[in-house]
Structures are given as structure tokens and as C-alpha cells.
């Protein structure tokens, strides 16, 4: 068993290229991609830019501000940013933190993307064989819905979704 830890006391105090009051921790990295939590200070900033790669930014913990493109919203915990490939991204904060983690597969390898988020292994060919008892369904692509986003911000829900419990349930 491998445990990896991270949050405070487990950061990188001076966070990745481009950064400013940003510390991280990296979780994982090889070829099909990486997984990282970071966070963000208040008045901190991952400067906007673009990569080749897909890659999720999962708030956490707080809140702050995203961009994808040309447009830019308000995140809190619980919001899931999808950050297509070639289209400039970056997130700050004002006046409160905010933690995420970024999980980015790396566009070398198009056919690892499926495998690593369908919970199948490669074989040596470098397709996937579902395991006994599974049906026999396309592997997951994540990439489809940033590629229908276009590079663009869902838009948030204004009320909450009519099978909601009661009002005491998570808040809006």
C-alpha cells in the first residue's frame, strides 16, 4: 500500500512556474498525465495561460475566480472546472484561499486518457479488456465534453435542480 500525503506541512512553498502565493503538492506524474493539490493564498494567482493538455481544476476547499478563454466566474468548493487543451486558463483569489486539485493528462498519449479514467489496465497491446463480470462498454473519454464545451464555462444553475430533498440540504 502506497499513501501519499498532502495539504499543510506537505506543500511545496514555492508552487509551480507561474505562480504567485500558490504552494503545491504534487501527487502523481508519468506519462499519461498528473495529479496535483494546490493552494492558493489570498491575492494569489496562477498566471493565465495554455498547454496541450486537458486538465480539471477541482476546487476543494474556498473559493476564488477562473478563466477559460475570454471568460471568467466566480468557483467555490464543490465546482469542477474543465480547462481544454490550446485554450488560456488560470485561477486567482482576493480577499480568501482556496484549494483544488488538478488532475491534467498529458496529450502525447490520447489513448492512456480512457484507460486511466476507466479503471481498467492496459494490456500489452494497449487496449483495454473488461474485467470478469463487467459489461462490454466503450471505455469513458473525458476529453468529449471539454471538446463540446469549446473552451467555455457551463453555466451555473440559478435555482436548485426540482428533486432536491428540502431547503436544508447543501446550500445554493
Known amino acids: ?16 512556474p507561474g505562480t504567485h502565493g500558490v504552494e503545491a503538492t504534487p501527487l502523481h506524474g508519468d506519462e499519461r498525465g498528473v495529479l496535483a493539490e494546490i493552494a492558493l493564498k ?7 495561460h495554455a498547454n496541450p493538455n486537458l486538465a480539471y ?35 486567482w483569489t482576493e480577499l480568501t484561499p482556496m ?11 490520447d489513448a492512456a486518457v480512457p484507460l486511466l479514467t476507466s479503471g481498467r489496465q492496459a494490456e500489452a497491446g494497449g487496449t483495454a479488456e473488461p474485467a470478469a463480470g463487467d459489461a ?15 473552451g467555455a464555462l457551463a453555466p451555473k444553475p440559478e435555482a436548485p435542480p426540482p428533486d432536491r430533498d428540502s431547503p436544508e440540504g447543501e446550500p445554493w
Open 1 to 16: 500500500m502506497e499513501i501519499r500525503r498532502f495539504g499543510i506541512g506537505h506543500r511545496r512553498a514555492d508552487g509551480p
Open 42 to 48: 489570498p491575492r494569489a494567482s496562477i498566471a493565465p
Open 57 to 91: 481544476f477541482l476546487v476543494i476547499e474556498g473559493g476564488g475566480f477562473v478563466q477559460v478563454g475570454d471568460e471568467q466566474a466566480r468557483v467555490a468548493a464543490g465546482d469542477a472546472i474543465v480547462w481544454p487543451p490550446n485554450v488560456v486558463h488560470g485561477a
Open 99 to 109: 484549494r483544488a486539485i488538478v488532475v491534467e493528462f498529458a496529450a502525447a498519449d
Open 136 to 150: 462490454a462498454e466503450p471505455p469513458m473519454d473525458p476529453r468529449a465534453d471539454a471538446l463540446r464545451a469549446g
